[in-house]
């Protein structure tokens, strides 16, 4: 029973160091995408033929000839092989989290195998993504999905730390009348939903060097745009050859794109602040804390990306928050609806 208990902690350990660990590839992803770094190697997996960026003068010369159209500069190329090998790493974790799942499998018959499997699969999918974003020359449908796919991998980590602790999160009586816990519960999914939505937004801004398009505050400039400049804005189907280095679109479906998202922190806003209420009403006090703040923090990020021109650490930390909101809200749901399910147990 001790060995089982120690092999059970082993793995929670290993899933929340990689749970972390993902925070900080997105962190990089972000910093790699926002220094303008996410073609700094131009080739993949290698950068530039090397298996880090060329350093000796006669290897950048080389490096230069092969590729006349993106010559070597050496404060982009660290940025995205840093990035690369990080990611990479992650991949590692991965792979020890779903042997060591396989073990628990076989020897107590309970571990979460499939969660770690899918987890494996949706880092390998990522891999394929961040080859595209290069080979496709940051073509927006694949930056935004690889940007989601980020997303995606930190919080089915963090959700399969959850249920390696079940025990201990999900623990307590409700606080909630039956009958309208699953109310709440679709509230919360609710909340998720969008908020998935915004980072989908929060990802093609970026993706389309949307985010200054427009630096007035609380509000845009809006009398120049016509309904073109929004179905240019949101053509998922955009030319693939040229390099979007810098963005393709105009300043009108810049715009357009630009106070979608601000309109869509407006509905997050709003629908995360019902789903609050209820948890107040529910007397379900440290989830309302916990999201309330990483709410504030997240809106206020997004403010001063604006307020101040978007500075380098500012706009990472917004991209950061923006995952550590989405797992909160993972996390939400899974708590809540894990009590449903219990309460449903209990009848």
């Given at each position: ?31 790699t995408r926002l220094v303008h770094a996410g073609l700094g190697c131009p080739d993949w ?7 880090w960026a060329p350093v000796e003068s006669a290897d950048i010369i080389k490096a230069n ?283």
């Amino acid at each position: 029973m001790q060995q089982k208990n120690k092999s059970s902690s082993n793995l929670s350990r290993l899933v929340l160091i990689a749970t972390l660990f993902s925070l900080f590839v997105i962190a990089l992803g972000a910093y790699t995408r926002l220094v303008h770094a996410g073609l700094g190697c131009p080739d993949w997996p290698l950068c530039y033929g090397h298996l880090w960026a060329p350093v000796e003068s006669a290897d950048i010369i080389k490096a230069n000839l092969a590729f006349p159209d993106a010559p070597v500069d050496l404060s982009i190329t660290w940025p995205e092989m840093t990035h690369r090998y990080l990611a990479t790493s992650l991949g590692l974790f991965c792979i020890a989290i779903v042997l060591l799942c396989y073990r628990e499998k076989k020897r107590i018959g309970q571990a979460p195998l499939k969660h770690s499997v899918l987890l494996l699969f949706f880092i390998i999918l990522q891999g394929l993504f961040g080859m595209w974003t290069v080979t496709l020359k940051l073509w927006p449908q694949v930056v935004t999905t690889h940007l989601l796919g980020g997303f995606f991998t930190f919080s089915l980590l963090l959700l399969l730390w959850l249920r390696l602790n079940k025990r201990v999160i999900i623990s307590g009586e409700s606080n909630v009348v039956r009958g309208k816990h699953k109310t709440l519960c679709w509230l919360a999914l609710a909340a998720l939903l969008i908020t998935l939505f915004q980072i989908g937004l929060g990802g093609w801004t970026t993706s389309n060097y949307a985010a200054l398009a427009c630096t007035q505050l609380p509000w845009c400039d809006l009398s120049h745009l016509d309904s073109n400049d929004f179905s240019q804005a949101f053509n998922v189907f955009q030319q693939v050859g040229p390099n979007y280095l810098g963005g393709q679109l105009d300043a009108g479906a810049r715009i357009a794109i630009h106070i979608s998202h601000r309109i869509g922190a407006v509905l997050v806003t709003i629908v995360i602040g019902i789903l609050l209420i209820s948890l107040v009403r529910a007397r379900y006090y440290r989830l309302v804390l916990g999201l309330a703040g990483l709410l504030f923090i997240q809106l206020s990020l997004g403010l001063a990306n604006v307020y101040f021109y978007l500075p380098l650490f500012n706009a990472v930390a917004h991209n950061v928050m923006g995952a550590i909101l989405f797992g909160g809200l993972v996390g939400t749901n899974y708590y809540l609806w894990s009590k449903a399910a219990g309460e449903e147990l209990k009848r």
